[in-house]
């Protein structure tokens, strides 16, 4: 499989609720990112974090980075209906290629 | 802003037929990524072009070939089509820099049939 694997667990929670998924990766890497995908649409770039920064925030996203543990989590606070999506970790190979793990599917009841 | 434009939307094919997926990328970005994407699966990476050049290959099978233009669109052309080719094909597009973001179009169903 692709370096970059989530815990594969759906979650489904309130909205305003907080959400956290969780990845793990397995090479060294320069820079990890988050993606989200609505059903059936192209990924949406969220996030980046370089391999030597350990938390970095974007609005209501905050992402942290462990490379010792060779993992990575995203959290969105204050989740809202708008946010249910299925959420990717994609690790940074050679060539810029981004090497997905397995997506993270989050629902946000209303 | 412009985005990636992927066309067509849907495509249905019957087993061992032809199919050509078009790319157009955001302009000014000067890389181009194809992913494939089976249901339930993660994107998996199939090939890239930096400047009209193929830069990366992934597991893309030898029955597929893709290449991009002067004017930067990108097709990916599909032969003998197979049942397990049934996916979500997306291209994307980026500047070559590391780090930068990858852009995604909204894809091209293919169903095999």
């Known amino acids: 499989s692709q370096q970059g694997e989530e815990d594969p667990q759906a979650l489904s929670i309130q909205e305003g609720e907080n959400a956290t998924m969780n990845c793990s990766y397995k090479?060294?890497?320069?820079?990890l990112q988050w993606y989200r995908q609505n059903s059936g649409r192209g990924l949406v770039h969220l996030i980046l974090?370089?391999?030597?920064?350990r938390e970095k925030h974007s609005g209501r996203l905050r992402v942290t980075l462990d490379t010792s543990k060779k993992s990575s989590s995203l959290l969105i606070t204050a989740s809202r209906a708008a946010d249910t999506a299925s959420y990717f970790c994609a690790s940074t190979a050679r060539n810029n290629r981004l090497a997905f793990g397995k997506g993270n599917q989050v629902v946000v009841i209303p | 802003a412009a985005g990636v434009i992927q066309s067509p939307r849907h495509l249905i094919k019957e087993k061992r037929e032809t199919a050509t997926l078009k790319c157009y990328p955001i302009?000014?970005?000067?890389?181009v990524y194809w992913y494939q994407q089976g249901p339930g699966q993660d994107p998996q990476f199939l090939i890239s072009?930096?400047?009209?050049?193929?830069?990366d290959k992934g597991s893309i099978p030898d029955r597929f070939s893709a290449q991009q233009f002067s004017d930067y669109h990108s097709e990916l052309n599909m032969s003998s089509l197979e049942l397990g080719d049934s996916a979500l094909y997306f291209c994307a597009s980026s500047l070559a820099r590391p780090g930068s973001p990858l852009h995604f179009g909204n894809g091209t169903r293919l169903t095999v049939t």
């Open positions: 974090i370089r391999s030597n920064e």
């Open positions: 072009f930096y400047e009209k050049m193929q830069s």
């Open positions: 090479t060294s890497i320069n820079n």
């Open positions: 302009p000014r970005h000067d890389t």
